[in-house]
């Protein structure tokens, strides 16, 4: 079964500086990869998705990026944070737990919650 | 791709039964429908999965009528520990990748 690591779990940043959020997925070559977000009291946010390595696809415009530099990782960045990208980051790909094969089940990981100060 | 539509919130007792409907009315021919379960500072998780008709697991079952436009989350006699918020998906991540969650419905559970 997939394993999904992301880190840091916490992070508190002041406006205008840099980010960087790490994923690293195991037991899955391949997988289509996502990074939501969650804002305080709110739902989930589809931010970017990955189908292979420097694929990405971004929903939402931000002052965020995302890489995918190897089949298993995949990295949210800023160069400026502001204040409303504070909430709780969340990373997943595709699980085959109780799944019809090729359906839409997602494991996620345990999250990154980002304070912009 | 398939909008959701949730009730926001639902306030049930200990020992009752919950429905939370979902309504899809543009769902896919391709497209499953799969509601997740999170706590707070957590990520979602899997509850239960469907494509027509009603499948029952463990926890929860689902229904889901013949047009599919819409489905039903069943929690039998809930407890305090199912206070989450509960999200319906619809689609399917083999046909272009996007997933996108709905806003999901808050259950609060009292004793």
């Known amino acids: 079964s997939q394993t999904i690591h992301q880190w840091p779990a916490t992070l508190v940043q002041p406006v205008g500086s840099p980010l960087s959020l790490e994923c690293t997925v195991e037991g899955t070559s391949n997988p289509n990869l996502y990074w939501y977000r969650q804002a305080a009291g709110r739902g989930l946010q589809l931010l970017f998705y990955?189908?292979?390595?420097?694929?990405i696809s971004s929903e939402v415009p931000q002052n965020l990026s995302a890489s995918r530099p190897q089949d298993r990782q995949f990295i949210l960045s800023s160069k400026k944070l502001l204040l409303s990208d504070s909430g709780f980051y969340l990373c997943a790909c595709p699980s085959s737990q109780g799944a019809i094969s090729g359906a839409n089940v997602l494991t996620f990981g345990a999250g990154s919650r980002l304070t912009v100060l | 791709l398939a909008k959701t539509t949730q009730p926001i919130s639902m306030d049930s007792y200990e020992g009752q039964e919950v429905n939370i409907t979902c309504s899809h009315n543009?769902?896919?021919?391709?497209?499953?429908i799969t509601w997740y379960q999170q706590f707070p500072s957590q990520g979602p998780r899997f509850i239960i999965q469907?494509?027509?008709t009603k499948v029952t697991n463990e926890v929860a079952s689902l229904f889901i009528p013949a047009d599919r436009k819409s489905s039903t989350l069943s929690l039998p006699r809930v407890s305090l520990s199912d206070t989450a918020v509960y999200y319906c998906l619809v689609g399917a991540y083999n046909q272009g990748g996007k997933l996108i969650f709905g806003q999901g419905t808050e259950l609060s559970v009292k004793p």
């Open positions: 990955s189908v292979g390595i420097g694929q």
């Open positions: 469907g494509y027509k």
């Open positions: 543009n769902i896919a021919t391709n497209d499953y």
